[in-house]
């Protein structure tokens, strides 16, 4: 069963020393060699990104250079101090806790290392009531009109509010 899925969105494009950097990270944040293509990866020891995790390979998935919504770059415009650029899709390929986890703290990761935000895909309320997570500062729904026309709610966090989100008992990334 597939898992969650987020993006790390960033205040500027990536390079092709950017992307290179982006992969090592994978490598050296996660202890494992990329395998297969420069898109698929396994972490087997996720100690190095804060997750007491060591094992059995997990399959990861990511995404260079995605594409945005225009209407949720204008939402987000609005919000942030930058226009958003580019930004790194990040897939879990199972669903446990500890992909979950593992998720998450590859985007608090990356999100740190280049000044972005994380875009979980969907709308956190679908886990949690809290006030105290839903509404930090810097941290924000934003609210948009997908290609589909659909009213879409996304939650965005800044690494802070993800590390909160993370130590939450409610903590779920959005599948």
Request: aromatic share 6%; proline share 4%.
């Amino acid at each position: 069963m597939a898992g969650p899925s987020a993006s790390v969105v960033l205040p500027s494009s990536l390079g092709d020393d950017d992307i290179a950097s982006v992969i090592r990270q994978m490598s050296d944040a996660t202890s494992v060699d990329i395998q297969s293509t420069s898109t698929d990866f396994w972490i087997s020891d996720g100690r190095a990104i804060g997750v007491d995790y060591c094992g059995e390979g997990r399959p990861f998935i990511m995404t260079l250079g995605e594409q945005f919504d225009v209407d949720e770059i204008d939402a987000l415009a609005t919000i942030l101090p930058w226009t958003p650029q580019d930004q790194i899709g990040l897939a879990a390929m199972c669903n446990s806790d500890v992909d979950h986890a593992l998720l998450a703290h590859l985007c608090l990761h990356l999100s740190e290392k280049f000044s972005g935000v994380t875009d979980l895909g969907g709308d956190l309320r679908t886990f949690t009531s809290d006030a105290g997570i839903l509404s930090n500062a810097g941290d924000c729904a934003v609210e948009y009109v997908s290609a589909l026309g659909q009213t879409c709610v996304s939650h965005f966090l800044l690494p802070a509010g993800l590390r909160r989100w993370c130590q939450h008992p409610d903590f779920r990334m959005v599948k």
